[in-house]
């Protein structure tokens, strides 16, 4: 179909406008087809961009080397353009709209000459689902079409429950790398020195220029999923949050569903199919990043996966850390800024041996271990379809969702933070939510490893003012007849004093998920210690036998530091100031009761 035939003439004037400014060679409409697929790793190849892996090793998959001045989100290139600037909040980068426009169309001009213009309609959430929302991408990347093949639903199917007047969030994307008649291609496109990734919240559109990686170029994941949909939920009475979903089942054969909120390669799709350690449990997944959720009629909080594959921190993915990880990414597969062998597989940190000689890195040059520099970049990805998992939840396409007991937040922290604690209510859990705070990682470029307040795991995500977003969720937890999930604070990265980290995590963090299942059917103080900051486990309804923690090292994780509670106060006093009039007064009221609980 050409795109001149479209029904939906928002949908065909919008094209034909972005084609007059961004003077395309050529504009297709994806299908979403097999063949299609097919046919664009083709054409990466022949570019350059992709090279097939070993078809014994990783059958029907390949690889891909950024450039490396674009390797990872970029949060200070990221906007919020709101008609207004405290609608964005202090926690945005913001510009005005208008003239955010006049750059952006200044650089979108010409910017696809010489190349395809691909239009790609996609479903987050099952296509024609009540709680799944449409977007188009236009694109002048084959590699995000493939990609955006294996993370959404993609194609025909998807114009047709758009119908003629359906809404769609329109998402513009270029590299950024015009071409002139006869001039070769680059293997990675880009314009790395001038990228914008730019979101309109009131218009619901996006604009992103100059990157080809990940939630950069991906539109339909951090841009839509959580930025233009945030913006949404808070206008229709919903959530779109920066969770993980899993399903957990006890050995009577009980199930209930978790959602958890951790930064940036914080350990979000190792939860989501974690094998448990402890025996007669079960881990299954539903998503491993964005959840978006609401309460129905019957008052039960349900979430779905809006998502269909799974793009995951590579480094530090094994048979051991995630053997459902590793199944699921291998075939049908694409992998960028990993290394990769002389027998053409994939190589990683931590893939659980050592590279084989003659092993070429992310950047295509040989890799020495003895050098210090990895061989896949730290924020190389695999982008892996979800029906793959061998663990996949059989209700992860439900339309509907599946009923969420508990809310776990988490984050990095070498100290303070114990290893799991829970909240007194649900304003109190909101509270444990907008404290976070977490170490940096490689997937954001920046600074590795510096300690900042990363609220709900949104603090690069959230499409609107911060102060409003924490109002949000209080409000939706007042909601009369709601049954309110239980929110938890959980902390694998606790250090000891040699640095090194104190909780095993992976498979044993079931034993916490055993922890949370019960502490959801008990009541009061059942298996549980009162604190200042909350409810811990008390040490015999934690699960710990057959693990090799010292008491001194159980006393860390297990107990609450009230010095250094107090010791954030200040800071997180000094944090919620920074939102001013736009912060809840609930959440005020919470941080002077912890402050009194800590002080009596
Ligand atoms: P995004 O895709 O960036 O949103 O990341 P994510 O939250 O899904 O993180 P992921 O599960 O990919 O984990 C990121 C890093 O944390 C990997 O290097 C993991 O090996 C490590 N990690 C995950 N779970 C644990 C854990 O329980 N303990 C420890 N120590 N490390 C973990
Ligand atoms: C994240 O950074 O949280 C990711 C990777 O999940 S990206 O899609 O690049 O945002
Ligand atoms: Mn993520």
Same mark, same amino acid.
């Given at each position: 179909m050409k795109t001149d035939d479209l029904r939906h003439e928002r949908l065909r004037t919008w094209i034909a406008e972005m084609a007059g400014l961004c003077e395309p060679a050529e504009i297709r409409l994806c299908d979403g087809s097999p063949a299609e697929y097919d046919e664009l790793c083709g054409r990466l190849v022949a570019s350059g961009t992709f090279r097939p892996l070993s078809q014994a090793r990783k059958p029907h998959s390949f690889y891909a080397n950024s450039d490396p001045g674009d390797v990872a989100r970029?949060?200070?290139?990221?906007?919020?353009?709101?008609?207004?600037?405290?609608?964005?909040?202090?926690?945005?980068? @913001?510009?005005?709209?208008?003239?955010?426009?006049?750059?952006?169309?200044?650089?979108?001009?010409?910017?696809?000459?010489?190349?395809?213009?691909?239009?790609?309609?996609?479903?987050?959430?099952?296509?024609?689902?009540?709680?799944?929302?449409?977007? =188009?991408?236009?694109?002048?990347?084959?590699?995000?079409?493939?990609?955006?093949?294996?993370?959404?639903?993609?194609?025909?199917?998807?114009?047709?429950?758009?119908?003629?007047?359906?809404?769609? =969030?329109?998402?513009?994307?270029?590299?950024?790398?015009?071409?002139?008649?006869?001039?070769?291609?680059?293997?990675?496109? /880009?314009?790395?020195?001038?990228?914008?990734?730019?979101?309109?919240?009131?218009?619901?559109?996006? @604009?992103?220029?100059?990157?080809?990686?990940?939630?950069?170029?991906?539109?339909?994941?951090? /841009?839509?999923?959580?930025?233009?949909?945030?913006?949404?939920?808070?206008?229709?009475?919903?959530?779109?949050?920066?969770?993980?979903?899993?399903?957990?089942?006890?050995?009577?054969?009980?199930?209930?569903?978790?959602?958890?909120?951790?930064?940036?390669? /914080?350990?979000?799709?190792?939860?989501?199919?974690?094998?448990?350690?402890?025996?007669?449990?079960?881990?299954?997944?539903?998503?491993?990043?964005?959840?978006?959720?609401?309460?129905?009629?019957?008052?039960?909080?349900? !979430?779905?996966?809006?998502?269909?594959?799974?793009?995951?921190?590579?480094?530090?993915?094994?048979?051991?850390?995630?053997?459902?990880?590793?199944?699921?990414?291998?075939?049908?597969?694409?992998?960028?800024?990993? !290394?990769?062998?002389?027998?053409?597989?994939?190589?990683?940190?931590?893939?659980?041996?050592?590279?084989?000689?003659?092993?070429?890195?992310?950047?295509?040059?040989?890799?020495? !271990?003895?050098?210090?520099?990895?061989?896949?970049?730290?924020?190389?990805?695999?982008?892996?379809? !979800?029906?793959? /998992?061998?663990?996949?939840?059989?209700?992860?396409e439900n339309p509907d969702g599946v009923p969420i007991s508990a809310i776990l937040f988490g984050g990095r922290r070498a100290t303070v933070v114990p290893l799991v604690h829970e909240a007194f209510s649900w304003p109190h859990g909101v509270f444990m939510g907008s404290i976070v705070a977490s170490e940096t990682t490689a997937a954001a470029a920046g600074t590795l490893g510096r300690l900042r307040r990363d609220p709900f795991a949104m603090l690069p995500f959230c499409g609107y003012n911060m102060g409003d977003y924490f109002g949000h969720w209080l409000e939706v937890g007042a909601r009369p007849g709601a049954w309110l999930p239980k929110f938890f604070y959980v902390n694998w990265f606790r250090k000891g004093s040699d640095g090194s980290f104190l909780w095993p995590g992976y498979g044993e963090n079931s034993r916490i998920l055993k922890w949370v299942f019960e502490r959801c059917d008990a009541t009061g103080t059942e298996g549980a210690e009162r604190t200042p900051i909350g409810f811990l486990p008390s040490r015999k309804a934690l699960e710990l036998e057959g693990l090799d923690l010292s008491e001194s090292m159980l006393d860390t994780l297990l107990s609450v530091d009230r010095e250094a509670w107090k010791a954030e106060l200040p800071s997180i006093a000094e944090y919620y100031a920074s939102f001013g009039e736009r912060m809840p007064k609930g959440l005020s009221a919470e941080l002077d009761a912890l402050r009194e609980r800590l002080e009596g």
């Open positions: 970029v949060e200070d290139r990221t906007f919020i353009c709101s008609k207004r600037r405290e609608d964005a909040g202090p926690t945005n980068n @913001w510009a005005e709209p208008s003239e955010m426009k006049r750059i952006l169309r200044g650089l979108f001009a010409g910017s696809m000459r010489g190349r395809t213009m691909y239009v790609i309609p996609y479903s987050m959430g099952p296509i024609g689902g009540a709680l799944s929302k449409i977007g =188009v991408e236009i694109s002048d990347s084959a590699y995000v079409v493939v990609n955006m093949h294996i993370m959404a639903r993609v194609g025909i199917q998807v114009l047709e429950a758009l119908g003629p007047e359906g809404d769609f =969030v329109p998402c513009l994307h270029s590299v950024g790398k015009p071409l002139a008649p006869g001039q070769a291609d680059v293997p990675w496109p /880009c314009d790395k020195d001038r990228k914008y990734i730019v979101h309109f919240p009131e218009e619901r559109a996006i @604009w992103s220029y100059g990157s080809g990686y990940g939630g950069n170029a991906l539109l339909g994941k951090k /841009c839509f999923a959580l930025r233009i949909a945030s913006a949404m939920a808070r206008d229709q009475g919903w959530l779109a949050e920066h969770m993980l979903i899993l399903g957990i089942t006890n050995p009577e054969g009980r199930k209930k569903y978790i959602a958890a909120a951790f930064p940036s390669a /914080c350990g979000k799709t190792n939860l989501a199919m974690l094998i448990p350690t402890i025996p007669g449990w079960k881990v299954e997944t539903v998503g491993d990043d964005i959840t978006w959720m609401r309460f129905g009629q019957d008052g039960q909080l349900r !979430a779905i996966n809006p998502e269909a594959g799974f793009f995951g921190v590579a480094p530090g993915t094994s048979e051991s850390s995630n053997p459902n990880a590793m199944a699921s990414l291998n075939r049908d597969s694409i992998f960028t800024n990993c !290394a990769v062998t002389p027998e053409n597989d994939i190589w990683w940190e931590g893939i659980g041996s050592p590279a084989p000689p003659w092993t070429i890195d992310w950047q295509g040059k040989l890799y020495d !271990a003895s050098s210090g520099k990895p061989g896949a970049h730290p924020n190389a990805r695999f982008t892996a379809p !979800a029906k793959a /998992c061998p663990a996949i939840d059989p209700e992860w």
